[in-house]
């Protein structure tokens, strides 16, 4: 190619040049995350127990259960959940609280038979849901009963708790007559601390016994007084908000 037909072919391309298009501006909005809808309840973490129900926790705790051969016609995992929840449901664990229920099973070994009886021996990790309010907590309760030493209040799953006379409001005093608390207010009035009313209260303290175990036989024998509750909550009723609901 000369230098003619060079140019030639330059000056073609520059006189047809046609210069690109632009491109219509876009319109750029800020990145909104996508919010997940809340999982369900059972697929909630313990912190989302924590948060919603203060007075109980989450423990967790390993044991050996044994499967009779009368349950081998159950799902392993029945089996085991109703194996726990007969050992565990209602009953104190010292130093932790009251046991609830099973709330899941973490893991379990594989079963290993046990000599003569064919029962199948499985060790499992799990959680409890426990109940063990913390200090500083309010609760509400219903009055049992009032003596000169105190108000005992229970819930509905549990009835040892106890609120000193000394934890009372004060120019609170016993009536004897009609064997309840009164509190007598600045302004002269008398709230009454009647029973199974609906009750405030904020725990201060808590108190576990370690229990020896007792013959069934000579259980009935012993006196109430004798039978010191393996957990026991000790309360206070003395600020303002706390006392008898209606109060407030």
Known sequence: ???TSKRRVDAFEVNNFRPPKPRPAR?????QPTRRPPPPPSQCEPQTLHRHRQMFILTRLTDLVTIQPSSFTIPTRQA?????????????????GLAICLYDIL???DGLIGPGSGAVNVNVEFRLIVFRPFKGEVITGRISNSTPHGIHVRLDFFDEIFIP??????GSHFDHSEQVWVWRTEDGDELFFDKNELVRFRVEEEEFTDNTPVDPALRDSLADADMT?????IASCYQSGLGVVAWW
């Open 1 to 3: 190619m000369s230098l």
């Open 27 to 31: 319109e750029i909005t800020p990145h």
């Open 80 to 96: 085991l959940e109703d194996q726990l929840n007969a050992r565990y449901a209602n009953k104190v664990i010292h130093k932790i």
């Open 107 to 109: 893991k379990s070994s």
């Open 165 to 170: 006379k000394d934890y009372l409001f004060e």
């Open 229 to 233: 509750p393996p957990y026991k909550l």
